[in-house]
T-cell receptor
């Protein structure tokens, strides 16, 4: 088990360019989350998947943002036409729906994050 | 949506001191977790504690779900405890969405 892996770790781009981040969750985990964190703030929920189904999207996720999780494995988060306000750390987490562990248990394991800087 | 408030926002301790961090939430939750974010930004899960009390070494946590708060206790603090402590909750009506508070920034002086 190598934990949650995120790539790239750092991305610098010019305003207006598209960027894509990838998250590889812990292999047996069926839930996958994306969060955004800016300096001095807590992680803000963006979206989450259960297997390949995207179950909820935050209003923070504008039309320029899209997330996918094909086949319920890795996930990608794409930002189109980046703006300076998109500069942040993008965090991915995964969890296991294990009803045998504890009803409702949803312990999140986070990756190291992908830091985006938009110039 | 559910509101998560953490206090204090900032805390400076002398090494060896004890501290209590608080998390208040505005609605019923089906899960509650405490995380530590180290200076390199990595979030580490400390406790999954929707109710009751748990202990892990110098850390312990208590959640009183009926009164909508949770406490994280740090005893005999060490410089490696520095970082940001986050409380995160999953509202009963929110599926498995998990919402974070703004955190408590802790600095432990040697």
């Amino acid at each position: 088990d190598t934990g949650v892996s995120q790539n790239p770790r750092h991305k610098i781009t010019k305003r207006g360019q598209n960027v894509t981040f990838r998250c590889d969750p812990i292999s047996e985990h069926n839930r996958l989350y994306w969060y955004r964190q800016t300096l001095g703030q807590g992680p803000e929920f963006l979206t989450y998947f259960q297997n390949e189904a995207q179950l909820e999207k935050s209003r923070l996720l504008s039309d320029r943002f899209s997330a996918e999780r094909p086949k319920g494995s890795f996930s990608t988060l794409e930002i189109q036409r980046t703006e300076q306000g998109d500069s942040a750390m993008y965090l991915c987490a995964s969890s296991l729906d294990d009803i045998g562990l504890q009803s409702g248990a949803n312990v999140l394991t986070f990756g190291a994050g992908s830091r985006l800087t938009v110039l | 949506g559910i509101q998560v408030e953490q206090s204090p926002p900032d805390l400076i301790l002398q090494e060896g001191a004890n501290s209590t961090l608080r998390c208040n939430f505005s609605d019923s939750v089906n899960n509650l977790q405490w995380f530590h974010q180290n200076p390199w930004g990595q979030l580490i899960n400390l406790f999954y504690i929707p109710s009751g009390t748990k202990q892990n070494g110098r850390l312990s946590a208590t959640t009183v779900a009926t009164e909508r708060y949770s406490l994280l206790y740090i005893s005999s603090s060490q410089t490696t405890d520095s970082g940001v402590y986050f409380c995160a909750v999953g509202p009963y009506t929110g599926g498995f969405k998990t919402i974070f508070g703004a955190g408590t920034r802790l600095f432990v002086k040697a």
